[in-house]
């Protein structure tokens, strides 16, 4: 049933995309408007127990839910997976930016993209190259596999019913509504939900660099794991862009132009520029990725049944 789900919540959201900022992002927001109104003060523990009460409590809902559903007939119980990860997962979320932006570079129009690129990431690249915009593109849409697919995936095969996906959905969204502030007024309420989500992803990171380096080039990619990815200011992203500029035999971080500035970033990544053809190559790498997690898991439940 697990594997059912996933395919068909891959095929439905390839079909028909979500709307995630009306369905899922927007109703989220207002929760965690109302959790921050309610409990924070500031301290480290009232965001321990907000982060509690809705991220545990849903999770456990869930699986109540999945549970029950199961016991009146295993097809409520498959539609409500399907339902759940089609909300808490799916290429199409980000995707769109990437195709086009991988089409204006094709196309030599370079402002054009220059343009997609800040409406995705924030921020003005006015000056940033087509190189440039083809690597902060190729990292986004690394990292955006990881969070919307691989991760979701990792934790519902581990968890029964959907209430591993959600956890980890729910997780990522208060990490970064929460995790990312600084601000004095908000204190460190959020510290708590950035610590569960680092704990959460530390071992689905890995295991989607993993994929990477198998569906690519697993010496170079591995090597630049290795080497590269504590250079990266945050760890867990250092991984994914390494391993991916690795298996894609591309250069990947470097100093970039972004809004008048130019940041300097470690290299990341060993070979050639990036440019729209490396664009091409990550679609590639990402879906055989995909598809070499989802024949383990094929693999997996052949095991299972001979094993019975």
Same mark, same amino acid.
């Given at each position: 049933?697990? /594997? ?6 891959? /095929? ?6 979500? +709307? ?8 989220? %927001? ?8 309610? *409990? ?19 999770? !456990?809902?869930? @699986?109540?839910? $999945? ?18 990860? $089609? ?7 980000? &995707? ?29 690249? &006015?000056?940033? &190259?087509? &190189? ?8 986004? @849409? =690394? ?10 995936? *990792? ?6 019913? +959907?209430?591993?996906?959600? /956890? ?28 569960? *989500?680092?704990?959460?992803?530390? !071992?689905?990171? %890995? ?82 990725? =995909? ?8 693999? =997996? ?8």
């Amino acid at each position: 049933m697990t /594997l059912l789900a996933l395919i068909v919540a891959l /095929l439905v959201e390839q079909i028909k995309p979500l +709307p995630v900022d009306r369905f899922v992002v927007g109703p989220l %927001r207002k929760v965690s408007a109302a959790m921050v109104e309610r *409990f924070n003060d500031g301290h480290h523990r009232n965001g321990r127990i907000a982060w509690v009460l809705v991220i545990i409590a849903l999770t !456990l809902a869930s @699986a109540f839910a $999945y549970f029950l559903l199961w016991h009146l007939h295993p097809v409520l119980a498959l539609l409500f997976n399907i339902s759940v990860l $089609y909300l808490t997962m799916g290429f199409r979320q980000e &995707s769109h930016f990437f195709t086009d932006v991988h089409l204006a570079l094709r196309m030599g129009e370079l402002d054009r993209a220059r343009q997609l690129l800040g409406e995705w990431r924030g921020g003005s690249y &006015s000056d940033a &190259s087509s &190189s440039e915009v083809a690597r902060l593109a190729i990292e986004r @849409a =690394l990292i955006g596999a990881h969070r919307n697919v691989f991760g979701v995936c *990792f934790w519902f095969i581990l968890l029964p019913g +959907p209430s591993g996906a959600l /956890l980890y959905r729910l997780a990522r969204f208060f990490a970064e509504e929460w995790g990312r502030r600084r601000d004095a007024e908000f204190g460190d309420f959020g510290a708590f939900a950035r610590r569960a *989500f680092e704990w959460l992803d530390w !071992l689905p990171t %890995r295991v989607t660099a993993v994929a990477f380096s198998i569906a690519g080039d697993f010496e170079d990619a591995i090597f630049c794991w290795r080497t590269q990815s504590l250079q990266w200011p945050d760890h867990t992203d250092g991984i994914l862009i390494a391993s991916g500029a690795g298996a894609l035999g591309v250069r990947l971080g470097m100093p970039v132009h972004e809004s008048g500035e130019v940041l300097d970033r470690p290299e990341m990544g060993v070979g050639d520029e990036a440019d729209a053809d490396f664009m091409q190559a990550t679609v590639g790498l990402v879906w055989r990725s =995909l598809l070499l997690c989802l024949l383990l898991l094929v693999l =997996l439940v052949i095991a299972g049944w001979v094993g019975r």
